[in-house]
């Protein structure tokens, strides 16, 4: 199988280094800095059980994805589009693209642009870019892929290469139940920059927690989405699972980038105003991040 990653960050450098493991022919196309490195020496990969390096393609340009039978689209999402169109012209009529990426519209949004089938993925995955060329696991791996054309097929080869991947039919609600553990704790996590298991434990967070839980309950109910499971077990969860990872957003911040909180918190926030739902939780924290997002940006380099 031969696979192209756009936008090779944490989670597309994980999912590419364990798919290149398994003999698949895998590019990444990402930053000058980040292809440097894995040119020169491949991707290294810390993980539980293995730490070296990964051989493996990188590029700077989407025209990598040439001849791939599958894309792991992993951009931020306010790149969606203008990475689907810069794909586009690479891709073949077969080809599967899979959306790894925080939020619950993007596999929409990019199939709008996309002939191609194009399948949403919810990613349960710890990981963070230790440095150029270096990404580091710090926790579980799996994949919810949502039911079409090629989905059994891709899961098939992901479980072979040692991910774990379930295929669903009702993908919508399983990314509105991942939506809701990255509304409870991404935005905490920056702004206080602490990991999961530390914050959980700050004086009155539990009862945060499940306002956020809440609050986005009661917005996709309203929406007509089914979200599985238990949602406050499954935030419970988290804190076991993913002790010591911050969040992707405090690890934007950190680094001065813009993060995803608009279609986090603020994603539940629009949508709670247009149905007339308060949610003043999730506009707190949606605000508090936009704040500190626009200090880093400020701050000289």
């Not at 022919?25 to 290294?44: S, T």
């Not at 919508?172 to 298991?197: D, E």
């Amino acid at each position: 199988m031969r696979v192209a990653v756009m936008g090779a960050g944490a989670v597309g450098c994980y999912y590419g280094a364990m798919l290149a493991r398994a003999g698949h022919d895998v590019a990444l196309i990402g930053r000058p800095r980040h292809v440097d490195a894995v040119r020169a020496q491949g991707l290294l990969l810390e993980m539980q059980g293995f730490q070296g390096h990964v051989p493996m393609a990188a590029s700077t340009g989407a025209d990598a994805a040439r001849g791939a039978s599958v894309v792991l689209f992993c951009v931020k999402s306010a790149d969606t589009e203008s990475a689907g169109r810069a794909l586009a012209p690479h891709l073949g009529p077969d080809t599967r693209v899979l959306s790894l990426q925080n939020g619950v519209d993007n596999a929409e949004r990019l199939q709008a642009i996309l002939p191609q089938t194009v399948l949403p993925a919810v990613v349960y995955v710890a990981t963070e870019m230790a440095g150029p060329g270096h990404v580091r696991h710090h926790g579980r791996g799996e994949l919810v892929i949502g039911s079409g054309p090629g989905s059994e097929g891709i899961a098939r080869d992901f479980i072979a290469a040692g991910i774990p991947v379930e295929v669903s039919d009702n993908a919508i609600g399983a990314l509105w139940a991942k939506l809701i553990l990255n509304c409870a704790y991404n935005a905490l996590s920056a702004i206080t920059q602490m990991p999961y298991g530390e914050l959980s434990r700050g004086q009155g967070m539990e009862q945060v927690l499940r306002d956020v839980v809440h609050e986005c309950l009661a917005v996709a109910q309203a929406q007509g989405v089914t979200v599985p499971g238990d949602s406050w077990a499954a935030v419970q969860k988290i804190v076991q699972t993913m002790p010591t990872q911050l969040s992707s957003t405090a690890q934007d911040l950190a680094r001065g980038k813009p993060t995803e909180i608009d279609y986090l918190n603020g994603y539940i926030d629009r949508k709670g105003r247009e149905r007339a739902i308060a949610t003043p939780v999730n506009r707190v924290l949606h605000a508090l991040v936009k704040l500190l997002e626009s200090r880093a940006a400020a701050a000289p380099r």
